[in-house]
């Protein structure tokens, strides 16, 4: 299995920019998870998916973030317009069934930085 | 709010013994708590996961307890080896029904031969 895959896995975009994070989850997964780093805040949780559907998306810090998934393969963490507090790294992680009770898998993650 | 706490300091041990790190929270009522290894660069790799009726979890060389009590987990490696460093990263779920984890922001274990 190749694991959760993330691309890019950096992005330098400049303010203002409109940033778009892809994730494949680990096949058979159908819960999926975006996460931020940050040296201050630690490891945020943004949102996440049952079977594809948005559960709980309060984490998200603003309207400027916005996230999908159209199939169980595939999800974005889409960011417009960028701004520079937005620079982190940005992980996806996948796990089977409702998701928590289960170990979740990372991605190695995207380093985003916005000047 | 919710709040998790974990050593901030770096964790210094030498080689052989074994290390415990510590997890307290606070304002949270989880239904299991996980433990995460994190190396630079990389995305945090699942390690353990005890329930609220368990009191100890074993793996390996890791050992985990969780008392609800006192709101507290400790996190225990057995013969540690300098491959063991890394941040080590403590995470609650399942409050309220919730999958999504909160993440303690870790502390760093130095193995030292």
């Known amino acids: 299995d190749a694991g959760v895959i993330q691309s890019p896995r950096h992005e330098v975009t400049e303010m203002g920019q409109e940033v778009t994070l892809r994730c494949k989850p680990i096949?058979?997964?159908?819960?999926l998870f975006w996460y931020r780093q940050t040296m201050m805040r630690g490891l945020e949780l943004l949102i996440y998916?049952?079977?594809?559907?948005?559960?709980?998306d309060s984490g998200m810090p603003e309207d400027r973030f916005s996230a999908k998934m159209p199939n169980a393969s595939f999800s974005t963490l889409k960011i417009q317009p960028s701004e520079p507090r937005d620079s982190a790294v940005y992980f996806c992680?996948?796990?089977?069934?409702?998701?928590?009770?289960?170990?979740?898998?990372f991605g190695p993650g995207t380093r985003l930085t916005v000047t | 709010s919710q709040k998790i706490e974990q050593n901030s300091e770096a964790l210094n041990i030498q080689e052989g013994k074994t290390a415990t790190l510590t997890c307290n929270y606070t304002?949270?009522?989880?239904?299991?708590l996980q433990w995460y290894r994190q190396d630079p660069g990389r995305g945090p790799v699942f390690l353990l996961l005890?329930?609220?009726?368990?009191k100890e979890k074993r793996k390996e060389r890791l050992k985990v307890t969780f008392d609800t009590t006192l709101k507290q987990s400790l996190f225990h490696i057995t013969a540690s080896q300098p491959a063991d460093s890394a941040t080590y990263l403590c995470?609650?779920?399942?409050?309220?029904?919730?999958?999504?984890?909160?993440f303690g922001k870790g502390t760093h274990l130095i193995i030292q031969p």
């Open positions: 995470a609650l779920g399942g409050g309220g029904g919730a999958d999504g984890l909160t």
């Open positions: 096949s058979g997964h159908n819960s």
């Open positions: 304002n949270y009522s989880p239904a299991y």
């Open positions: 005890i329930r609220e009726n368990e």
């Open positions: 998916f049952n079977n594809n559907v948005p559960i709980d």
């Open positions: 992680a996948s796990s089977s069934l409702s998701g928590g009770a289960y170990g979740q898998y």
